[in-house]
């Protein structure tokens, strides 16, 4: 694919400053390069009253009622969202990893959601944030407000990438807490001790009940083979005791095994209806999201 | 071409480069950690589990044995010399007075091109044009138009002094950068008024092979005269009291080089062949115009104290004349001292005389003054008498009086218009090679030395060297 003048590499993206300024400048490459938004919005409007219990917002206290009837009544909309959606974001140490002269990991995943986040608010659905590595996190419950989004942002920024807790706990939860019918999209570059098997499982769970999961695959060219590098003493992040002498650039067999490492997890992923999107960091984050998009309109 | 003073110390240089270089190629070690999210993926390979630390080193590996190497240079001492174009030669062209006898001048004139000039002209070395003092030519502008410029002009007036020649030959030597080996040719008519004190020594210092001494053909018929002359000139005539009465002046005149010969004053006795009469004792009347006569002619006539009254207006001295016993020591101006003069004569030297020797207390013990062509000279004592005759430079003494008209360097004894002796042409010519390597000569300015500048490149390499090691680890 023909890389768009609009968009703007990633080494470039980090030279921009804050991550809010980041997404905006992601989202009008993106809304420049898609064909038409696929993201429904929703209105604001007044649903029903109800009597004021204790615990209630005085915010959504109707004074005007109050002084007719004489007594509390709040006010309640209907949901600002269709759609309650939740970016995980993986910060496990593996996301640390940069490749030559490129951006990390972690940091094109917090392009990504950040983009993703501000698409959705803008369209008016609930967004909400959780992140795994050292731990799995609930980082920021879904809401669809604008201040939310700097939230978000700020959470995204705050990210640091360590320790090597999978997805898989962290989509059940995440289960368990949202409500059904949502969005899941999980920012990762997927390698999991276990080949997947927890997450495929986890992932397909969360598809079972009606949930939208969708799995965004972050790789470097290093990774994948396209730049493998020279003679050294490999090492994963995740597991720097385990090295392997080796040199990935004159060994045939790397890139065929990540390639078909990712494929099994792909189609496997694809048997329980979760999306699998591949994106490389030596992409530009906007035209990563066209591409995407495009594809999802057929 | 590069030359060495200590070439050794390129060897042990060389030597030292190849201590970095092969621990460069023997030091093995584990190759760079680097993380790899996938490299579960990998396939080990054990080749890679030691690295040969040679692609990314190649620059400091490179300083590194340049340093050193520069370093060795620079205590090798190189010296950057032009091509050598072979020997080159220094030519002393005597252009004293001497030279103006016959055809000597274009004699010499001829020898200096022969030796200077190649077949298409180009200069071969310098020339030296000494007299009195020496002017060196360098080879820039030895040209046939200078040879044919002195040809065309006559030797000056001055005196050949080959000291003064032999003193440059440093500076002559100094501008002949491109030989390889040097030369040295005297062109002169050697004689001893050329010859000082100390002309040995100073031959043996400024050059350390032989010279080659290019005697000219000698003086045409006329100059053979004067030459036949000087060589009679070595007889004297001493006028004593009686010939059968000791003398010690006679035998200390014949171990100067005289040949003496005793004879009673007498206008008779008075030979024009003699260069030299010595009168210690009144002569009669009619002997004082023989021997003006004979000093007009060109001898030198030495008259001592007894005869001063006898000769009274022929000697060079004004004054009393009052005799005084005990003279004390007297000095002549050439140098020798002698003391236990038996008497001296009161007096001064006479109006156009000079004072050729003084007594202890700086009056004046001895006069000379030309004669024609020879010289009158009156010593104030009694020559053949006192302790004086018993003291080692009592021969010199009288030699130098001998010679009193002369001027008071070179050699005494001997007179300084005749030809050099073998001896003291050996002297000039020397030992050794005729052609001498360039670099033992003293003065010698070939080359360039680069030993600062192989130091100041070895500095550069070595902060070059730190430069990039500082840059690498922090790199790593």
């Known amino acids: ?298 | 071409m590069l030359t060495f003073g200590s070439p050794a110390f390129l060897l042990a240089g060389a030597l030292a480069a190849l201590v970095p270089l092969a621990l460069h190629l023997i030091r093995r070690r584990p190759p760079s950690r680097a993380p790899l999210p996938t490299a579960r993926f990998l396939s080990p390979d054990p080749r890679t589990s030691v690295r040969v630390g040679r692609p990314t080193d190649l620059l400091l590996l490179a300083l590194r044995m340049l340093l050193l190497v520069l370093a060795a240079a620079a205590f090798a001492r190189p010296v950057w010399r032009p091509a050598a174009r072979g020997s080159a030669t220094v030519v002393l062209l005597d252009r004293g007075a001497a030279m103006a006898g016959g055809d000597a001048w274009p004699h010499a004139v001829a020898a200096a091109r022969q030796r200077l000039l190649a077949l298409r002209g180009d200069a071969l070395g310098s020339l030296v044009l000494f007299d009195s003092a020496a002017t060196v030519i360098p080879p820039s502008r030895v040209t046939p138009a200078l040879f044919d410029s002195l040809a065309a002009a006559r030797p000056t007036a001055g005196s050949s002094r080959f000291a003064a020649a032999l003193r440059a030959i440093p500076a002559a030597v100094g501008g002949l950068r491109e030989a390889d080996s040097l030369r040295v040719a005297l062109v002169t008519r050697p004689r001893w008024h050329g010859w000082s004190d100390g002309l040995g020594p100073l031959r043996h210092a400024v050059w350390p092979g032989a010279i080659e001494l290019v005697e000219l053909p000698d003086l045409d018929a006329g100059d053979g005269e004067i030459v036949a002359e000087n060589v009679k000139a070595k007889e004297a005539i001493y006028f004593a009291d009686a010939l059968d009465r000791l003398s010690y002046a006679k035998p200390a005149l014949e171990a100067t080089g005289w040949r003496v010969r005793l004879a009673i004053p007498s206008a008779d006795a008075v030979l024009d062949s003699a260069r030299l009469m010595v009168v210690r004792r009144a002569v009669p009347a009619g002997v004082a115009a023989a021997l003006t006569r004979a000093a007009t002619a060109g001898a030198t006539v030495v008259v001592t104290a007894p005869a001063a009254a006898s000769l009274r207006g022929f000697i060079p001295w004004a004054g009393a004349m009052r005799v005084d016993s005990g003279g004390g020591g007297m000095w002549l101006a050439s140098g020798p001292h002698v003391s236990g003069t038996a008497m001296r004569v009161s007096g001064d030297a006479a109006r156009g005389a000079a004072v050729i020797a003084s007594w202890d207390d700086g009056r004046p013990a001895a006069a000379a003054r030309r004669l024609g062509r020879g010289c009158v000279v009156f010593a104030a004592t009694d020559l053949d008498r006192g302790e004086m005759t018993l003291d080692a430079e009592y021969p010199r003494l009288l030699d130098g009086l001998a010679h009193g008209c002369e001027p008071s360097d070179g050699p005494s004894s001997i007179d300084r218009d005749t030809p050099l002796d073998a001896g003291a042409r050996a002297v000039l010519r020397g030992t050794g090679p005729r052609v001498v390597a360039a670099r033992t000569v003293p003065g010698w300015g070939g080359g360039v030395p680069l030993g600062r500048w192989a130091m100041a490149a070895a500095l550069l390499a070595a902060l070059a060297e730190t430069f990039f090691a500082y840059g690498r680890r922090r790199a790593v």
């Open chain 1, 1 to 298: 694919m023909t890389v768009r003048s609009d968009f703007l590499p990633p080494g470039l993206l980090e030279h921009l400053g804050g991550l809010e300024l980041v997404a905006r400048t992601v989202v009008r490459g993106f809304q420049a390069g898609i064909h038409r938004s696929p993201l429904r919005g929703a209105g604001e409007d007044f649903a029903k009253h109800r009597d004021y219990q204790q615990g209630d917002d005085v915010r959504y206290l109707d004074w005007k009622l109050y002084a007719r009837t004489d007594r509390l009544y709040v006010r309640e909309f209907e949901e600002r969202s269709n759609l309650q959606a939740y970016l995980v974001v993986d910060a496990s140490a593996s996301m640390d990893y940069a490749g030559a002269g490129g951006v990390s990991k972690l940091r094109y995943a917090s392009y990504l959601a950040a983009a993703l986040a501000h698409l959705m608010i803008g369209a008016g659905d609930a967004v909400g944030l959780a992140a795994f590595g050292a731990e799995p996190r609930l980082l920021l419950a879904p809401k669809a407000r604008k201040g939310h989004l700097h939230d978000l942002m700020l959470n995204l920024e705050r990210l640091r990438p360590g320790g090597t807790a999978g997805a898989a706990d962290l989509l059940d939860r995440l289960g368990t807490s949202m409500r059904r019918g949502g969005r899941v999209i999980l920012v990762s570059d997927l390698l999991e001790d276990d080949g997947g098997e927890a997450l495929v499982a986890a992932a397909g769970r969360l598809s079972a009940r009606g949930d939208e999961v969708i799995a965004l695959r972050v790789l470097t060219p290093e990774e994948s083979g396209d730049a493998a590098p020279d003679a050294g003493l490999f090492f994963d992040p995740e597991h720097p005791r385990r090295e392997v002498p080796a040199t990935p650039r004159g060994d045939a067999g790397y890139a065929p095994r990540v390639a078909a490492y990712y494929a099994s997890l792909a189609d496997r992923l694809r048997e329980r209806a979760v999306e699998y999107v591949p994106v490389s960091t030596a992409e530009p984050v906007e035209q990563a999201l066209v591409a995407w998009i495009n594809r999802r309109r057929g």
